[in-house]
């Protein structure tokens, strides 16, 4: 059978692997079929499955996650998730336990973190603020804890985040799939590759000796009444501390207002502050340009969501990360003159 994602059996076949895999797991808890609940979550610009497992009684329900290893790209992907997921939640980063796994399958069980991302507290008009501070505090811990006893062998993609990540994954793919596929301009672009070689050298210079998680967005914190999570952490590497950060407050999931974004700026220096103010300067300096790689990455991805997956509701935040674009030149801009 061919287990390739556009396969129209394949949702209902990686059903079935799920559900047995679940089973096994729970075969000496006591639910059975019948008293379980397989609820899909949308995987957003991924293509493994994830589904929400309830129990007919109040015990806390579990995620499943489906990943064939179907090309070497998603072998490296789920080690990653195995690996640096076990490393982050021994170190006390709140990412969810996973429970059971099989890489010859791609199936992962785990603690289920809550329905609540950090995208929906935004967007139902409750208060931010404290929120985000708590955020903040996690993704300190998440970018000096977790670096500790890092192994680099673990990394899917590549072990630093570096000037070839810049330039390869983030400007150029912002050429390629905004400015070329989505709007549909020339194929090329020589007069870019200057500013795009500048930005990457100078970004690169930033201490890059953290963890970075490099999707740190409001889809991927969960939010359960006081309690915060990560997810989505199978991109990490070693990288410099503002990517994160930058990742975070210029999110075009939740657009926030130039004032809040200064203010958990702000925030977030003091706590760096706090753990070491001797990389206050540095991180000031390079955050302007690590922004704009993020930003860039953004366009990029929504584009080729949108065009190339047909996954046309990433359109919608086109605009709000193309406004920021202009935003973040301008101030570098300034900072310039």
Known sequence: MNLEPDNLSYDFFMDNEI????????????????QLQFLPLQGDGSKRLFR?????????????M?????????????????????????????????????????????????????QDIVLSNQDPVPVYEKVLEHLVGLQTKGAEGFDTKWCCET??????????????????????????????????????????????????????????????????????????????????LGYDLASLLIDP???????????????????????????????RTYYPYLAIQRNLQILGAFSFLTKTMNKTYFETYIPSALKTLHDLLSTLKNLST
């Open 159 to 240: 072990e630093r985040y570096d000037q070839t990540v810049m330039r390869r994954y983030e400007a150029d793919y912002f050429r390629d799939a905004f400015l070329c596929n989505y709007l549909g301009l020339k194929g090329e672009w020589p007069q870019l590759d200057g500013p795009f070689d500048y930005l990457a050298e100078t970004a690169s210079g930033a201490d890059n000796r953290f963890l970075l998680h490099r999707d740190f967005q409001s889809r991927n914190i969960m939010i359960f009444k006081e309690n915060t999570g990560f997810i989505d952490w199978q991109g990490a590497r070693l990288g410099p």
């Open 253 to 283: 999931y939740t657009e926030l207002l130039p004032e809040q974004r200064d203010g958990f700026y702000e925030h977030y220096l003091l706590l760096i502050r706090e753990y070491d103010a001797g990389l206050i300067d540095d991180f």
């Open 52 to 64: 929400r497992v309830t129990f007919s009684s109040s015990r806390p329900g579990l995620i499943a």
């Open 66 to 118: 489906a990943n064939p290893p179907t090309d070497p790209a998603a072998m490296r992907e789920n080690l990653a998730y195995l690996n640096i997921g076990n490393h982050l939640y021994h170190k006390g980063i709140p990412v969810p336990k996973i429970y059971k796994s099989d890489l010859e399958s791609g199936l992962f069980l785990m603690e289920d973190l809550g329905p609540a991302s950090l």
């Open 19 to 34: 559900k047995k895999f679940v089973l096994d797991f729970l075969k000496d808890r006591g639910p059975t079929i019948d």
